[in-house]
T-cell receptor
């Protein structure tokens, strides 16, 4: 079944650096989303990018989508300690009704 | 802002007990979902509902059932709790504009 696979599984950077996470998926999609989860909490929606879009920005977040490579990336610029969290990509299923989540990337931003 | 409220943050139940996990949303969203989250496995869909009294099985429905008597409330039921159902349970809604899921804070269930 369709599932986004995030890479790397874990990432540790210093405050102020940029963090890049990647998501690859197997079959065609209509939409791809990125979520953040702080430890022990629910997921928070960050960005939704549609298959006809190549790039979207939201504050310090930049998401790209390359449908030919079936991949997406999430870039967090000028990272802060508060960005420490797990990040998940979610891809819609063949019917566009439900989204399937990958196992996530654990980001640690060290002060 | 849409709020999705899960009734308990932490829950400890005994094997064989019937367990109810409640989820309430304060917006008029038709679509509601229950996921479980386990380390290394990500989120897995248990059940979802697109309308009152309507339910659909997700990827791992065995051992679970759901109830949606009112639009704002979606309950997950563990008929006879087992230790392999120890997990984080997340409820979510999806609005018709499709901007993304809104998740509750989660219920960490431990079955002993």
């Amino acid at each position: 079944s369709q599932q986004g696979e995030e890479d790397p599984q874990a990432l540790s950077i210093q405050e102020g650096e940029n963090a890049t996470m990647n998501c690859s998926y197997k079959t065609s999609i209509n939409n791809l989303q990125w979520y953040r989860q702080n430890s022990g909490r629910g997921l928070v929606h960050l960005i939704l990018i549609r298959s006809n879009e190549r790039e979207k920005h939201s504050g310090r977040l930049r998401v790209t989508l390359d449908t030919s490579k079936k991949s997406s990336s999430l870039l967090i610029t000028a990272s802060r300690a508060a960005d420490t969290a797990s990040y998940f990509c979610a891809t819609d299923d063949n019917y566009g009704q439900n989204f399937v989540f990958g196992p996530g990337t654990r980001l640690s931003v060290l002060p | 802002d849409v709020k999705v409220t899960q009734s308990s943050r932490y829950l400890v139940k005994r094997t064989g007990e019937k367990v109810f996990l409640e989820c309430v949303q304060d917006m008029d969203h038709e679509n509601m979902f229950w996921y479980r989250q386990d380390p290394g496995l990500g989120l897995r869909l248990i059940y979802f509902s697109y309308d009152v009294k309507m339910k659909e099985k997700g990827d791992i429905p065995e051992g679970y059932s759901v109830s949606r008597e009112k639009k704002e409330r979606f309950s997950l039921i563990l008929e006879s709790a087992s230790t392999n159902q120890t997990s984080m349970y997340l409820c979510a809604t999806w609005d018709s504009l499709g901007y993304g899921y809104t998740f509750g804070s989660g219920t960490r269930l431990t079955v002993v």
